[in-house]
């Protein structure tokens, strides 16, 4: 039995099939030794909410274990209130959920919440697999309008309710690389020292190098279809020069995927990789205090442009009346203030999505650095609203980066096909 298949029967008393490796399904009430599991007591209202993981994160005990910390602590708080309420979660690959929502909607089974990236929230609902959100004039004043904006659905409704904020930073490790490189430049030059450095090819991780170098406003003006400049064309120019330029340092490698540069870095090969905040647990046990974070370099196009994730909560479809009800209660007390600092603090992970809560930043260089990320990614605001992750120009997008990297392809020729693709509508 694997060490998933061991936590998901240990915690959850459901035998472990093969059926089940790639879910991990766990009742917090039983886990974390809360009352209602004994036989012969009242049954609660039982509240199953889906989790989505993204593509660098492994599905597996210690996964489940942080899950379930963290919203161990908002059961704690919401049963206050709620006193018979359990909860009950699911933990999905992200690319994986739609099928299986529609698996479980098919059988009357599906999650009353799902805790999501935005981008996946809409794909839901405008597949049928997942609600509106209600919006109510007190819940949007909590959130900037622009992170509403990027929920909403081309009739108006709100694809999800906005939670938390997942930063995009740089982790180097303090042994081999005791002050990180601020710029693209002192990038290059800890290369040439000998410290080696770790870059994904996934576009979405890739992409903070693009303000760096000055590219993002042309980015912008090519996905609105608008005239681009000489000097717009240059600075795509410039920033696919530096990629293919970085490909050639004999100490930076270009990996597949995050997840195989985040796998490098906590066994100690590389000493720098751009990181996500939900990282940060798996890391810190695995580097302890070797494990230093800060904000991405910037260039002489001015600061990063990291692409951070907002978490929502979306409403699922096979709610009872009292579920739906239970759920729309737990999202609304999911956004107090009060709450979403708590969260804040006891994960030194999220960010609050309530734009009310203020982040004590002065007491953790992370927090600053996450706050500091959460700043840059405004760059990349509307833009972000324009290209969604199922945006099939994206696809052929990463082929040419990927070309560009291995050098199939010249900066010119890269930065005229990267143009070219995305004038061209979807």
């Not at 081999?176 to 450095?197: F, H, M, V, Y």
Request: net charge positive; hydrophobic share 40%.
């Amino acid at each position: 039995m694997s060490a998933l298949h061991a936590a998901m029967a240990k915690h959850s008393g459901i035998r472990a099939t093969p059926q089940r490796r790639r879910v991990a399904v766990v009742s917090l009430s039983c886990a974390f030794g809360l009352t209602g599991c004994a036989g012969g007591i009242e049954l609660p209202s039982l509240l199953y909410l889906a989790v989505g993981t993204n593509s660098d994160q492994t599905i597996d005990a210690e996964l489940v274990e942080d899950i379930g910390a963290r919203l161990k602590l908002l059961e704690s708080s919401f049963r206050q209130i709620y006193p018979s309420t359990r909860f009950q979660f699911a933990a999905y690959p992200e690319d994986e959920i739609k099928p299986a929502m529609a698996r479980r909607n098919g059988a009357g089974l599906g999650p009353d919440l799902l805790l999501i990236n935005g981008d996946t929230a809409k794909q839901l609902v405008n597949a049928g697999l997942a609600d509106p959100f209600p919006l109510t004039p007190t819940l949007a004043n909590l959130f900037n309008p622009g992170d509403l904006e990027r929920l909403r659905l081309p009739n108006g409704d709100l694809a999800g309710l906005p939670v938390i904020i997942h930063s995009q930073l740089a982790c180097f490790n303090r042994k081999r690389l005791p002050d990180p490189p601020s710029t693209l430049q002192e990038l290059l030059e800890a290369s040439a020292k000998g410290q080696n450095i770790g870059l994904s090819i996934e576009l979405s991780t890739l992409f903070w190098t693009a303000g760096s170098l000055g590219a993002t406003d042309a980015w912008l003006r090519v996905v609105q279809d608008k005239r681009l400049s000489r000097e717009d064309v240059n600075s795509i120019e410039n920033w696919t020069t530096w990629l293919q330029n970085a490909s050639d340092q004999q100490r930076i490698t270009f990996y597949p995927n995050q997840a195989s540069a985040l796998t490098e870095f906590s066994t100690g090969r590389l000493d720098w990789i751009s990181c996500s905040s939900t990282n940060l647990p798996r890391l810190r046990k695995s580097l302890g205090a070797s494990l230093g974070v800060s904000n991405l370099p910037s260039g002489p196009g001015g600061s990063a442009s990291p692409i951070n994730r907002l978490r929502v909560l979306a409403l699922g479809r096979s709610s009872s009346r009292q579920g739906r009800a239970r759920a729309l209660a737990f999202s609304r007390f999911s956004v107090n203030p009060l709450v979403q600092r708590s969260i804040t603090l006891g994960s030194q992970v999220l960010l609050p999505a309530n734009r009310f809560v203020k982040v004590p930043v002065q007491s953790s260089g992370t927090l600053q650095a996450m706050s500091d990320s959460q700043e840059a990614s405004l760059r990349t605001a509307e833009l972000a609203n324009l290209l969604h992750v199922d945006d099939p120009r994206l696809d052929r997008a990463q082929t040419l980066i990927t070309q560009l990297v291995f050098g199939e392809i010249s900066p010119q020729g890269a930065a005229k096909a990267l143009i070219a693709l995305m004038e061209a509508k979807p």
